[in-house]
């Protein structure tokens, strides 16, 4: 009887074995040896096949060296590869391209507060309690600074109150001629 015309299962690895030992009783002891031969030459095939392996990777190696390639450059090499990878797939340009959306509609999102903050500071330099304020400072300014034409802006007026208050201090005792 040939092997091939078999239908017996072969245990797989974590099969248990016991469950198979009456299969095995009703193999005649021809059947028996054919299988120890074929299990023989099957186990010399992968000795066979691990030695060439390892030669392989021994000769891989060599080149490697040959060419410079070391362990750092093939992690790069694979990290670049595994990005190119992940950028190719679908679910990557779908998540891009959402993002790339929310990121312009945050954009006008801002732009729009911006605006709306710049116009909330033109109503509050508008309104009449800003404009008193104002009118204040302006009379503040007049009597530290001297006079000076009404209706400048209100960033020279508070830098003109600041230097005329600077220049109206008295040096510190430390700051002494010697001390200079």
Known sequence: MDRTDRTDPVPEEGEDVAATIGATETLSEEEREELRRELAKVEEEIQTLSQV???KEKHLAEIKRKLG???LQELKQNIAKGWQDVTA?????KT???????GQKASAAFSSVGSVITKKLED???SPTFKSFEE???NLKSKVGGTKPAGGDFGEVLNSA???SAT???PLPEQTQESL
């Open 53 to 55: 392996l390892a030669a």
């Open 69 to 71: 390639i070391n362990s």
């Open 89 to 93: 797939t679908s679910a990557y340009k």
């Open 96 to 102: 891009s391209e959402t993002l790339s959306q929310a």
């Open 124 to 126: 509050v330099k508008n």
């Open 136 to 138: 204040k400072v302006e």
């Open 162 to 164: 600041a230097n005329a």
């Open 168 to 170: 109206t201090t008295e």
